[in-house]
């Protein structure tokens, strides 16, 4: 059964957008305004490939690939009882069921990849394996009606607790999503984990929805249900969907739509299509009809110029001293002295410095919470366990810094915008930042600790030698003395035997710790190296896509004004019968940009 979804353009808002911008388009053409038209032709292209991203988080076999298979209808994420999802997968519309690799050195890279191997490669290998080296995820391409318009579904791994790699991962992907489908299945109510997953994660993606599995596999999944709405109405405000996948995989197979409503599906459908991809779609046309308003005043004010000069030739003077005014403003906009240039470099000076100071600061108190740590194991006990919290806690901290940076960038951004007053339009509507968790992967916990312990001959050599040196000094001095010890001297030797092992045991243990905080401080000094790299680069990035964008839109300012004042100069040297057979034209070219500009901001509006 092919599931009816309403599509995201119901009202028609992206296609009446899609239809401004290419008549806008056209009239910059006709008005020999390419750099206005090259900026209209990339938002063009984002109108016709809108892209969705609903992102799948939840804990480990809480049946989050089950869901996805469910929703596009068929079994293509790997479900297994034993192994766990170790890499995203990226659903997404295509012509023919395909799939590629991705991967994390060059996101521009693809691999074909056979369909039929797409499990062999997401899922963990009963030997052990991690991820495989390099691959950041897979990416399915399907023939699927709700992907059609863009969608893409994206199964992530399991979050294994709040302080685990994967819930940093995941968290990371959230900030990049336009909704969240958080999986929990009906068989207890949500932990405190989780709780405090879906509360972060709220944080940075508010569209969240919490969707129950498995209530054909658990009869008391109501109970559940209630359970969970109170949690969140006292964490966080957020609606929730009860479904089961195999109710829908099963109503799909047999077109069978009683099943498919018993399934809990069409609202978890109709959320996905409408709430998400259909806001998603309306944001889209927001912005691309924005960018047309924005550009018909600047062609309107251009033509204005003109036929101020041409209906009163009188004040021609005082329109082109007016233009010459404006030009020197334009010119000091293209400056580097000027004030959205300087607070662009000194915002990112100063990110660049609280940043770093913010990552120093985690870490050194992972370094304390650490240190405490190991005072209180054996690293030969322990070490394992140790190894897996620090990089978990690591993975977090990583992450809550990148978060700063993502929120200061777009404060900086605001900022810039307020001091580029003529600016239309915001700048980044998402900061491009990377996830910063697979870094943790690129420093190794060297640890260079001796785990093992003495085995039980080396113990009995050392209590052996510690015996014979006591019973030796004994005899010796009984000897000296004239007093024969005998068996007593045996006994002695014994004790301090046993206190001798005892001692060389602390000092291996002491041995070992010290060896574990020196692992952990290198460990940490490898991600601090890594970690202020990426984010100067990052921060780099945002400078120069800051910079281009705001130069760009000096540069198409200053062609404005100087078509302007080039018709304005003009009007002066034209007779009466060439301004009247002018001044209709402008009347004319004037009334079809204000047309053009109140049908955008009609988008606007609404």
Known sequence: MTAKTTPPDADGTLQRATQIVDLAVRACEAYDRPDLGGRLATIRHTLSDPVVHVVVVGEFKQGKSSLVNALVGTKICPVDDDVATVLPTYIRHGPQPSAQLLFSDDPARREPLPIDQVQDVVLERATGDATPPGIAGVEVRLPRNILSNGLVMVDTPGVGGLGSVHAAASLSAASMADALLFVTDAAQELTRSELDFLRQAHEVCPTVVCVITKTDFYPHWRKIRDLDEGHLRREVEMPIIPVSSALRLRAVAGNDKELNAESGFPDL??????????????????????????????????????????????????????????????????????????????????????????????????????????????????????????????????????????????????????????????????????????????????????????????????????????????????????????????????????????????????????????????????????????????????????????????????????????????????????????????????????????????????
């Open 269 to 606: 459908v109709k959320f996905v299509t409408q709430r998400v991809a259909g806001g998603a779609a309306t944001r889209v046309a927001t912005q691309a009809a924005a960018s047309v308003v924005g550009i018909c005043e600047q062609m309107e004010n251009q033509f204005k110029a003109e036929h101020a000069a041409l209906a009163d030739p009188e004040a021609a003077a005082t329109v082109v001293a007016e233009l010459n005014a404006v030009k020197q403003r334009v010119e000091s906009l293209k400056a580097a002295a000027a004030k959205w240039q300087q607070t662009l470099s000194d915002g990112i000076s100063d990110l660049n410095a609280d940043v770093d100071y913010d990552l120093r600061g985690r870490l050194r108190r992972i370094l304390e919470e650490a240190d405490a740590a190991i005072e209180e194991i054996d690293p030969a006990d322990a070490w394992d366990e140790t190894e897996r919290w620090l990089q978990a806690r690591v993975s977090n901290e990583l992450l809550a810094n990148y978060m700063m940076l993502r929120d200061r960038a777009m404060s900086l951004s605001d900022d810039v915008a307020l001091h580029f007053q003529e600016a239309a339009g915001e700048v980044l509507h998402h900061v491009a930042i990377p996830d910063p968790v697979p870094l943790v992967g690129t420093a190794q916990v060297d640890h260079k600790i001796e785990l093992a312990k003495m085995k039980l001959g080396k113990q009995a050599m050392v209590a052996l030698k510690s015996a014979y040196g006591g019973a030796l000094m004994f005899v010796m001095l009984g000897s000296l003395t004239g007093i024969a010890l005998g068996p007593i001297g045996i006994g002695i030797g014994l004790v301090m035997g046993r206190k001798g092992l005892r001692e060389e045991k602390k000092r291996q243990r002491v041995n070992r710790q010290n060896q574990a905080k020196n692992a952990v401080r290198r460990y940490c000094d490898e991600v601090s190296f890594v970690m202020t790299k990426d984010s100067r680069d990052t921060l780099r990035r945002i400078q120069r896509q800051l910079r281009d964008h705001y130069s760009a839109l000096a540069e198409e300012l200053s062609r404005s004004n100087a078509k302007a004042l080039s018709a304005a100069s003009e009007a002066a040297q034209r007779t009466k019968a060439e301004r009247e057979s002018r001044l209709r034209d402008l009347n004319a070219e004037l009334d079809r940009l204000r047309q053009l500009r109140e049908h955008a901001t009609a988008i606007v509006g609404a």
